[in-house]
């Protein structure tokens, strides 16, 4: 039997993108097989494998045979430490029975927008940003409604462009802080405000906060000081390097619990149960110490990628003050897909163009992520160097 | 400030149930936490151990620093791998590109509903059947429309009924052999004409084979080798005994490789790193050894059940020769949600009620999981059969 039946896909899938970097990470690979050695600015998670203190508490629970499912909502003990991390962090309370463990920051994100959207029903959200929170809009017949941001707001949706953006068919606003791809943070008067203001439409706000942590001169403030109300969606990915764990959770309104309940239970089952059990290990102080002294690594990064980006030209008009990335304007040497393109043919540098983060300039915007180390990214400063002198003077 | 807004739930929510052996589950926790003894067999999951080999080799994974992100389709050894057992085990030749490593069988699921169905499009599927299923054709905002199945065709949508059940709305039929509830499997002919019956128009046919593997006195076919513009689910889960690892697998036809990988890219960035790497041992000789013993042992406790049962009274009309259920029909005694709390409460036996299966006489089965020892299975059916003579003679 062929299979020469018409191939009926469905229609959201026209709108749902791949990531384009991977592209460019292929034609990175097919570089580096023949020979090449390319500096790696592109790659979204840390350098950094995951600490030993989770990684022994991994062996553990694999010699006490933990290999069945967890209940739903997760591991009761790691919804406690989680809540905890709250109090002792952040000073604030947390029910453990609002904390769900989900399979990654993605699972909380689709748990989220399961419960809250409805066909059509449209989510703002700040253009550049990361760039599958519309695809999972779409994905459940939502919208993403993209609100482009610049420099004057920090690349962050504040309360006056969300009301200006706001319509009837809106029904919730996601915002993250730190931001991917610009690493800019919202402070708590700024989350306060963007809380009221969706507050007094009737509706809700999801902010994503995987990358606090991860912050440099400054804390991050979690919504959840400001506003009970609001859905947070937060990871082990990035902080803890936990990426290929796939594991994050959800802090959910309380009104909301069984719906995310139902959610969790039908589309996932539970999130991986090693994984739950290692990251009980992860707010241990041992394990706290080894994070902070990466935190301080990624600061030293940022502190010498900033000026030495700018030094070349690239504009960066807000200091980026945590995840690991620079949200660079690169519009004085051309189109960001070319350069990116230019860049790894000509110069052996991979950097993400803007394309992957919306639809708001992108095309003079790379994204650069610290997630090397200071040796490469020194090496990868003189080559871009090299290759703009020959290329542009 | 307080969450005074209203709730704006999505209404999708409305029609996604809980597990309704949730409830049951809480309340036998309940009694055991009150010093009663419970059999439990309305357990999902086997209740082996993941093999030491695969152990092993997760240990060593761990010992190698695998904790970052794969690529997103996964291990390219494993998706070989997966290749090698279709060819070893079936005989069918399988491009290891068309296979998609996925956190679980839901993941492939999700993936599969997610590029085929429009919101409205229908899906096809038997009723009774597993609970997710048209959860999650509703939450992309599709619709199952379950078909009522029954001894006559060994639970199993067949291609009569599939013909009757067609409408200008439905894209795809989802079928599972072995099935649970029902442990039935499809024959390779079967398989066949509803292929050809959903290829004719325009459809696609969607396979659940994840008890693959766990079949007695029979082998399970392979929709692929009679379809391969089929979607294939299955699951590392039952016949590997990895249910906690959260790990399955796709097989999508080649002109829907593009989009599946689109979607597992912004769906779940990709599936558990180290759960791949252990399950590269799932395929070895001294693994099968140990899986296949306890295959013997699921066979052996079916073999005890089924006879069993039928001599206390509930109707099992078809051998079921696959997974660990057996889906009797217990009019004689009452309600199946009545009788499943009196059998908890009054017998200390847990079961699942037929409600979480469908819609079609729900309320006249139960489903019996043989995941317990022989010891356990023997003192539930003493139990059960103390209890339906006290009460029903």
Redesign the interface.
Known sequence: ???E?????????AD????HV?ELLGRARELEAAGHDIVHMEIG?PDF??PEPI?ER??QA?TD??????P?LGLPALREAIAGHYRDRYGVEIDPGRVVIT??A?GAL?LAL??????D?ELLLADPGY??NR??AR???GQARGVPVDATTRYQLDAERLSAHWNERC?AALVASPSNPTGTLLERSEL?AL??SV?VR???LIVDEIYHGLTYGIEAETVLA????AFVVNSFSKYF??????LGWLVA????Q??V???M???????????QHAALAAFEPETRKILESRRAEFERRRDFLLPALRELGFEIPVEPRGAFYLYADCSRFGDSKQLASDLLEKAGVAVTPGLDFGNYRPEQHLRFAYTTSMERLEEGVRRIAGFLRVDNH
């Open positions: 039997m062929s299979p039946r018409p191939t009926h896909t469905a229609r959201r899938m749902i993108e791949p990531f991977m998670e494998g995951t990684i991994a062996r694999l045979g933990h290999t069945h499912y967890t739903a399979p990654g993605s689709l399961g419960v809250l959207l409805d066909r029903d760039p599958c695809h999972f994905f459940v017949e029904v306060a809380a009221e507050r009737s509706g809700r400001v506003d009970h109300g390097c936990m990426t290929g764990w796939r309104p309380e009104e909301y069984r719906e309940e139902k959610l239970q039908n589309l996932f089952i539970a999130a991986p149960t090693l994984a």
